[in-house]
């Protein structure tokens, strides 16, 4: 058993929640049991270290099959080693490290695909996984994040999309008007959601939904720039029938992603 928190190996676990040890190991964290469950089903590969405390993998036994079938041995650590690993205030017991395996732009246009997220300048970890998580759960072909997006591999997304990371293709791109030309080549309607833009209801109405589309969703406090705005074919805004004074970017962005999906399908 691993028990001493300031030994090398839990060090060098530990820096995998600062984006600069990431890119110079190509490495990332994935805390908590179902995130871990959901690496294992489906992509075990990836998976290069498996820790846990002897209490959370008895708990979770499940995992031994899935670790076993893998060929990834579980180290044992103590909760304090556990606590230091995590980039989490109370960790759950069990951590993996996975390799990066983020996609090209190109390679997931050449797949024909019909609804896809693009965000640009999304820096909340919690938005951006909930926007993954989200995606996933409506059947969208993949997440393309551009500009100054957050790291696809903070702890904090990764967390957030509770395993979707694992089963949605990701792809970033360097820069917002590059990554729309290739997808309006690609036969794609490039939709940005926007309160400057005309009602859900209105498009829904039309029909302008189930043709293959890509949702443009901006930055939380500042939205897409003008000039962002400008690449869009069009611009939905989604509908505030209450008092509130204003709709979180991740939930707007399930609206917007559910309607398209609503309507691919009805179709």
Same mark, same amino acid.
């Given at each position: ?32 049991? @179902? ?57 759950? %017991? ?5 390799? @990066? ?121 500042? %939205? ?44």
């Amino acid at each position: 058993m691993i028990d001493n928190p300031r030994s090398p190996r839990v060090r060098a676990v530990a820096k995998l929640a600062k984006r600069e040890a990431r890119s110079e190991t190509g490495l990332f964290l994935v805390e908590g049991p @179902q995130a871990v469950a959901e690496a294992f089903a489906f992509r075990p590969e990836l998976l290069v270290d498996l820790f846990a405390t002897p209490t959370a993998w008895e708990k979770h036994s499940g995992l031994a099959a899935s670790a076993q079938s893998a060929g990834v041995e579980v180290e044992f650590v103590s909760e304090h080693v556990l606590d230091a690993m995590a980039d989490t205030v109370t960790p759950q %017991g069990i951590i993996a490290v996975s390799r @990066q395996f983020l996609r090209s732009v190109d390679d997931i246009l050449a797949e024909g695909p019909r609804l896809i997220a693009l965000l640009e300048e999304v820096r909340d970890p919690g938005n951006a996984g909930t926007i993954i998580r989200s995606a996933d759960a409506a059947g969208a072909d993949a997440v393309i994040l551009t500009g100054r997006s957050v790291d696809v591999y903070n702890p904090k997304v990764v967390r957030a999309t509770t395993g979707s990371l694992f089963h949605m293709p990701l792809a970033r791109g360097s820069d917002l008007e590059s990554v729309v030309d290739r997808v309006r080549a690609s036969g794609l309607t490039v939709i940005a959601a926007d309160v400057k833009g005309e009602d859900l209801l209105r498009a829904r109405t039309e029909g302008a939904l189930s043709a293959p589309t890509a949702w443009l969703f901006g930055n939380e406090a500042r %939205g897409l720039t003008d000039e962002h705005f400008s690449l869009a074919d069009r611009a939905i805004r989604v509908p505030i029938y209450g008092h509130a004074e204003s709709m979180n970017l991740a939930t707007a962005a399930a609206v917007c992603l559910y309607e398209s999906a609503f309507a691919q399908r009805s179709r």
